[in-house]
């Protein structure tokens, strides 16, 4: 049978078409955004195919199959990293617009490796263009709609249609979500967890290889990835939304008090992948069972009072625990409205928050953290535990006979509380800083429930960049926790804390290339600043299992140096 003949299509698949695409002016890559993440997987890959055609016009016409073969590989397998940046550089064009399929047009190709992120990238057999195939794995045959050209960069965007062949990773048995390759969230559903790791620990691999600016040598090798105790079920924070209704009133009709109303229900839901619209989404299988109860209750709610909506709407959908023991009477009641967790020693009741401005409860091995819901808080609670004490486990140096010991712990965009309270048992004195006074407020009573008194574990308000005006603590005595958000840091902190010096520092950060960037900046030093940092390790922890995310987690340690200005002349 043909290979077109073996074509499986998903239902209701999503698309574009000509007539609704509009022209708009080129913004400026943002540093750490998934657009510069994706330039370099595709630059890495186009300089693999350039290798791969040199070697094989350096080699008799009768090995042509080796071509097919370097294809199919991975690209750190086709060729090492330093020659692909240097093939790069040498080889920055763009194919021919004539060898180029025009937009709207379905072709099919070939997925070689899956992008940073999520995407795969595949080839045709038309150009070296390469095509960034969302929904598929290495090995997939796919029909695909061609979107968009980025001829500078070598690169087109494309919707998927349909699996013509499925690759060796793929199989759609897996699937566990009716809304998977049309809603945005998930992208990996299709593979193997194993292979998930995987993939999540070349993408820790590949962040440190373009964006830390350091030589191989000064970069482990990446450590397994850490994966989720649970793949679907895990996701404690859900936030569905629906758009306003349709604009059917003229100006002069609004400014006599007249509305716009929904003459139907909009989809309420996530949104379309790469597009701007919404789609209709019932359940969400990596949402917790509570997340999941609330979400068909405030999607009826919101059809019930349809008409009172004048905009649209964000849906928050946060779970909150209540703790109670087995010997108490509540234990024994099944309530309606909750999801109940039966333990060996206690019970939990599950609910879904809604209210932006209430509290939720979440339990972490014998920890509890509250917080405004609406507020940031990691949102798998499953790998938290494990999470939690792989910190406590390297958050210290190795003991050394002349080094002084840890007493003092700083921990820089502390939220809530997660890290300081966690590893508080460890040190005489521990001190979160965050710039949100309302996080600040939910860190004191995080403490003040888990019985840790101001002496040991304290907070403030302040904005990381002037965290060690606040901090007196002696710097071989003390280990900083960074987890900034996606950004990552800015240049002030990190001079600061090289300035600082402390002893060893830990960097958790949920977008690992603005790690690989900062960490970079620690391994380098700054001018005028004698402190740098060595990597002791890198690794992976899969917080969002099905999806192309991972935090990653850097541990340092601080080296003796010296500015190159003030190392003496080399002597012949």
């Not at 402390?502 to 960490?519: I, K, L």
């Given at each position: 049978?043909?290979?077109?003949?073996?074509?499986?299509?998903?239902?209701?698949?999503?698309?574009?078409?000509?007539?609704?695409?509009?022209t708009k002016?080129?913004?400026?890559?943002?540093?750490?955004?998934?657009?510069e993440?994706?330039?370099?997987?595709?630059?890495?890959?186009?300089?693999?195919?350039?290798?791969?055609?040199?070697?094989?016009?350096?080699?008799?016409?009768?090995?042509?199959?080796s071509?097919?073969?370097?294809?199919?590989?991975?690209?750190?397998?086709?060729?090492d990293?330093?020659?692909?940046?240097?093939?790069?550089?040498?080889?920055?064009?763009?194919p021919?617009?004539a060898?180029?399929?025009?937009?709207?047009?379905?072709?099919?190709?070939?997925?070689?490796?899956?992008?940073?992120?999520?995407?795969?990238?595949?080839l045709?057999?038309?150009?070296?263009?390469?095509?960034?195939?969302?929904?598929?794995?290495?090995?997939?045959?796919?029909?695909?709609?061609?979107?968009?050209?980025?001829?500078?960069?070598?690169?087109?965007?494309?919707?998927f249609?349909?699996?013509?062949?499925?690759?060796?990773?793929?199989?759609?048995?897996?699937?566990?979500?009716?809304?998977?390759?049309?809603?945005g969230?998930?992208?990996?559903?299709?593979?193997?967890?194993?292979?998930?790791?995987?993939?999540?620990?070349?993408?820790?691999?590949?962040?440190?290889?373009n964006?830390?600016?350091?030589?191989?040598?000064?970069v482990?090798?990446i450590?397994?990835?850490?994966?989720?105790?649970?793949q679907?079920?895990?996701?404690?924070?859900?936030?569905?939304?629906?758009?306003?209704?349709?604009?059917?009133?003229?100006?002069?009709?609004?400014?006599?008090?007249?509305?716009?109303?929904?003459?139907?229900?909009?989809?309420?839901g996530?949104?379309?992948?790469?597009?701007?619209?919404?789609?209709?989404?019932?359940?969400?299988?990596?949402?917790?069972?509570?997340?999941?109860?609330?979400?068909?209750?405030?999607r009826?709610?919101?059809?019930?009072n349809?008409?009172?909506?004048?905009k649209?709407?964000?849906?928050?959908?946060?779970e909150?625990?209540?703790?109670?023991?087995?010997?108490?009477?509540?234990a024994?009641?099944?309530?309606?409205?909750?999801?109940?967790?039966?333990?060996?020693?206690?019970?939990?009741?599950?609910?879904?928050?809604?209210?932006?401005?209430?509290?939720?409860?979440?339990?972490?091995?014998?920890?509890?953290?509250t917080?405004?819901?609406?507020?940031?808080?990691?949102?798998?609670?499953s790998?938290?535990?494990?999470?939690?004490?792989?910190?406590?486990?390297?958050?210290l140096?190795?003991?050394?006979?002349?080094?002084?010991?840890?007493?003092?712990?700083?921990?820089?965009?502390?939220?809530?509380?997660?890290f300081?309270?966690?590893?508080?048992?460890?040190?005489?004195?521990?001190?979160g800083?965050?710039i949100?006074?309302?996080?600040?407020t939910?860190?004191?009573?995080?403490?003040?429930?888990?019985?840790?008194?101001?002496?040991?574990c304290?907070?403030?308000?302040a904005?990381?960049?002037?965290?060690f005006?606040s901090?007196k603590?002696?710097?071989?005595?003390?280990?900083?926790?960074?987890?900034?958000?996606?950004?990552?840091?800015?240049?002030?902190?990190?001079?600061?804390?090289?300035?600082?010096?402390?002893?060893?520092?830990?960097?958790?950060?949920?977008?690992?290339?603005?790690?690989?960037r900062?960490?970079?900046?620690?391994?380098?030093?700054?001018?005028?600043?004698?402190?740098?940092?060595?990597?002791?390790?890198?690794?992976?922890?899969?917080?969002?299992?099905?999806?192309?995310?991972?935090?990653?987690?850097?541990v340092?340690?601080?080296v003796?140096?010296?500015d190159?200005?003030?190392?003496p002349?080399?002597?012949?």
């Amino acid at each position: 049978m043909s290979s077109r003949g073996q074509e499986r299509k998903r239902p209701n698949q999503g698309g574009r078409d000509a007539k609704r695409q509009k022209t708009k002016k080129q913004k400026p890559v943002k540093e750490g955004s998934s657009e510069e993440v994706l330039i370099a997987d595709v630059r890495a890959l186009f300089a693999a195919q350039t290798l791969s055609d040199v070697a094989i016009g350096a080699q008799p016409e009768t090995n042509l199959e080796s071509k097919n073969d370097a294809a199919d590989a991975p690209s750190d397998i086709v060729a090492d990293r330093e020659d692909s940046s240097a093939v790069a550089k040498e080889n920055d064009h763009a194919p021919e617009k004539a060898g180029l399929p025009n937009p709207f047009t379905e072709i099919e190709v070939k997925v070689v490796e899956l992008s940073s992120t999520g995407d795969g990238l595949a080839l045709h057999e038309s150009s070296k263009q390469i095509y960034v195939v969302p929904f598929t794995a290495p090995g997939d045959v796919v029909k695909v709609k061609v979107i968009k050209h980025f001829e500078k960069e070598s690169y087109s965007l494309t919707d998927f249609v349909s699996i013509v062949t499925p690759g060796p990773l793929r199989d759609d048995s897996r699937i566990h979500c009716q809304y998977f390759s049309k809603c945005g969230g998930c992208q990996f559903q299709m593979m193997e967890y194993t292979e998930q790791l995987k993939h999540k620990r070349s993408i820790v691999d590949k962040a440190f290889r373009n964006f830390s600016q350091l030589p191989p040598e000064l970069v482990p090798v990446i450590e397994d990835t850490i994966g989720s105790p649970l793949q679907y079920g895990y996701r404690t924070k859900l936030t569905p939304h629906f758009d306003g209704p349709p604009n059917q009133t003229t100006r002069a009709e609004r400014q006599n008090g007249a509305r716009n109303y929904f003459k139907e229900v909009p989809p309420i839901g996530f949104m379309l992948k790469g597009q701007r619209k919404t789609l209709d989404i019932e359940d969400c299988p990596i949402g917790t069972d509570a997340v999941r109860m609330g979400m068909k209750r405030e999607r009826a709610n919101a059809v019930k009072n349809l008409d009172t909506y004048k905009k649209g709407v964000t849906i928050l959908l946060r779970e909150s625990t209540k703790r109670i023991p087995n010997e108490d009477e509540g234990a024994s009641e099944d309530p309606i409205d909750a999801i109940k967790v039966t333990g060996s020693t206690h019970t939990d009741l599950k609910t879904c928050i809604t209210d932006n401005n209430a509290t939720s409860t979440e339990y972490i091995d014998n920890f509890v953290f509250t917080n405004t819901a609406g507020a940031f808080f990691q949102n798998n609670n499953s790998i938290l535990p494990v999470f939690t004490q792989y910190i406590r486990d390297h958050i210290l140096p190795p003991t050394t006979p002349t080094a002084p010991a840890i007493k003092y712990f700083i921990d820089a965009y502390s939220g809530s509380g997660l890290f300081t309270i966690t590893l508080s048992s460890l040190f005489t004195t521990s001190i979160g800083i965050d710039i949100a006074a309302s996080s600040i407020t939910s860190a004191r009573e995080n403490a003040a429930l888990n019985k840790l008194p101001p002496s040991q574990c304290t907070f403030i308000a302040a904005d990381a960049p002037e965290l060690f005006k606040s901090v007196k603590y002696p710097n071989d005595e003390t280990v900083v926790v960074l987890d900034p958000p996606r950004k990552g840091c800015d240049e002030s902190f990190l001079n600061q804390l090289l300035a600082f010096a402390p002893r060893r520092v830990v960097y958790v950060s949920c977008n690992v290339h603005t790690q690989a960037r900062d960490v970079g900046v620690l391994v380098r030093g700054v001018s005028g600043v004698k402190t740098k940092y060595e990597i002791e390790s890198l690794r992976g922890f899969d917080f969002f299992p099905q999806t192309g995310h991972v935090e990653g987690v850097a541990v340092l340690n601080r080296v003796k140096a010296v500015d190159i200005s003030e190392e003496p002349p080399a002597t012949s």
